[in-house]
RNA sequence: GCGGUCGUAGCUCAGUAGGUAGAGCAUCGGGUUGUGAUCCUGAGGGUCGCGGGUUCAAAUCCCGUCGAUCGCCCCA
């Protein structure tokens, strides 16, 4: 064991599991592009005055936030990738497109205790649309979303999107008997309603002026949950307001069914999010049993652009973390158990019997088919016997082996196909082109996510 | 920040009337039969998470600490 343990709440990623990390980030990026969004970055660490502008003082205490020894300047390490998205939005207000589409794939870290789908470190997928208002913007980030989901293997039946809308939520709630003054606190309550006690649900039920027929009726909102496809006049019966308190759940209905996307989407008013934060529709992304945590959540925050600096500018977006994702993927046999499936497979795996003329031979043909543009390997066991060598070449799950023995003597060599298990005899000066056409024909039928 | 459970080799785990550690797999090597393999054989790898305490003696008992995990707080 060694003396060193990693800092809590991280991971180490050996090539397994890397292996599998870039399987997930290489779907969001394709997905993304595939979206029209462009992806960018920013520094790991900004200015800790950056974060304390958008959440307040007290997100220090969740930060991992430092100063150079002998500096004065205080800095964090980005917790979430918001405040720098806003921040080069606004940099740039002026020029930007609209509407303008970015997506980052950065890493974030939270001071915060470790727990089952929540770590110090994680990878969070951001997507973002900036300049546009309305339900079209909206649903083009939630497709994005969606197509990544559904690329990971994710069907309507495992995951759903639950959706709200603080405008149609704060109207239902003013119908339901909260008074304008109290919607804030409302909204509190609703998004804590499962872990208060029904003591405790019931004394800020009161405090917000409710009398018990408001209550029940303001519990019944809180669970309420239909399909997206439902007509706004059932909606609306259900909740007990008018059809035209929903408006902006009638708009995002009808571009999501004209997406393809109500299978994935329901309206769920207990949905909430930062309270601070979101202007219009709010959603999150959960496993359809419940378990684990969101896997996704966002909103439209059309106040963030200001916020820091820039001009007004309407928003909307969302994040996806890695963690939660991954146990919910795993949960659901969509990640295979040995994450060295998803490793690179090398074109070619060379062998040599040992002989001077193969050893002599073989780097200067892997550095050859290399320069082809080829993976290509080679053991480096001192062992001759053929069959070990051909089982490393298995454990990597090369596409062909190259073996440099007898046929030497006449300039040439022998080429298995690992897959197909045949094998011929190749001329030295032909072996380049004879893998190019071996792999070439692999390639065009693989690449799906590249 | 607060509680429950847990920590022996890279992995899965054995190892209690306390007597300074083992197996399988994996890794590395040798041999045999020229082809992803079989068989034979050898090696490396752990100060039992770390630090104290009790004891002649601690992987084992006690305390602390670090980490993992589950829950609470929080969740951008």
């Not at 939630?142 to 709200?164: N, S, W, Y």
């Not at 969509?334 to 070619?348: E, Y």
Request: hydrophobic content about 45%; glycine content about 10%.
């Amino acid at each position: 064991m060694a003396d060193f343990q990693s800092p809590k709440g991280t991971r180490d990623f050996y090539p397994d599991q890397m292996a599998l990390r870039r399987h997930v980030e290489n779907i969001w990026r394709k997905a993304s592009v595939d979206c029209g969004f462009d992806e960018i970055e920013g520094p790991t660490f900004e200015h800790l005055s950056l974060f304390t502008a958008k959440s307040g003082p007290g997100i220090v205490s969740e930060l991992f936030s430092f100063r150079r020894a002998g500096g004065s300047d205080d800095y964090a390490l980005r917790p979430e990738f918001t405040p720098t998205l806003a921040r080069m939005a606004a940099a740039r207000a002026g020029t930007l497109s609209v509407p303008t589409k970015w997506f980052a794939i950065p890493l974030h870290f939270r001071a915060e205790r470790p727990q089952r789908g929540r770590l110090r470190e994680f990878v969070q997928w951001n997507v973002d649309l900036l300049g546009s208002e309305g339900a079209a913007a909206d649903c083009d980030v939630i497709a994005c979303a969606a197509l990544a989901l559904e690329r990971l293997g994710l069907k309507p039946t495992d995951v759903r999107f639950r959706l709200a809308h603080r405008g149609a939520s704060a109207a239902v709630l003013t119908a339901a008997g909260v008074a304008g003054e109290h919607i804030g606190e409302a909204f509190e309550l609703l998004d804590r309603r499962d872990k208060l006690s029904p003591e405790e649900f019931q004394t800020r039920a009161v405090k917000l002026g409710l009398d018990d027929a408001a209550q029940k009726r303001f519990a019944a909102i809180a669970g309420t949950k239909l399909p997206v496809s439902a007509s706004m006049n059932d909606v609306a019966a259900s909740l007990g307001v008018g059809a035209d308190v929903l408006a902006p759940l009638a708009e995002l209905s009808e571009k999501l069914n004209s997406l393809g996307l109500s299978d994935w989407c329901q309206w769920d008013f207990g949905i909430v999010r930062g309270l601070a934060y979101y202007t219009g529709t709010v959603f999150e992304v959960h496993e359809c049993a419940g378990k684990e945590r969101a896997i996704a959540g966002g909103g439209r925050y059309d106040g963030l652009v200001e916020l820091f600096g820039g001009p007004k500018m309407p928003a909307i977006g969302f994040g996806m973390g890695d963690v939660v994702l991954g146990l919910v993927l795993a949960d659901k046999g969509l990640l295979p158990k040995d994450g060295g499936q998803l490793l690179p497979r090398p074109d070619v795996f060379l062998i040599s019997d040992g002989s001077d003329a193969a050893e002599k031979t073989l780097p200067k043909l892997v550095m050859q088919i290399r320069r082809a543009g080829l993976h290509a390997r080679h053991s480096w066991k001192a062992t001759k016997n053929v069959g070990k060598l051909l089982s490393d070449a298995g454990k990597c799950r090369a596409r062909s082996a190259l073996i440099l023995g007898a046929e030497m003597a006449e300039g040439a060599v022998a080429i298995k196909d690992l897959d197909g298990g045949g094998q011929r005899v190749v001329p030295l000066e032909e072996v380049v082109a004879t893998l190019l056409a071996m792999t070439g024909a692999n390639t065009s039928t693989v690449s799906k996510h590249d």
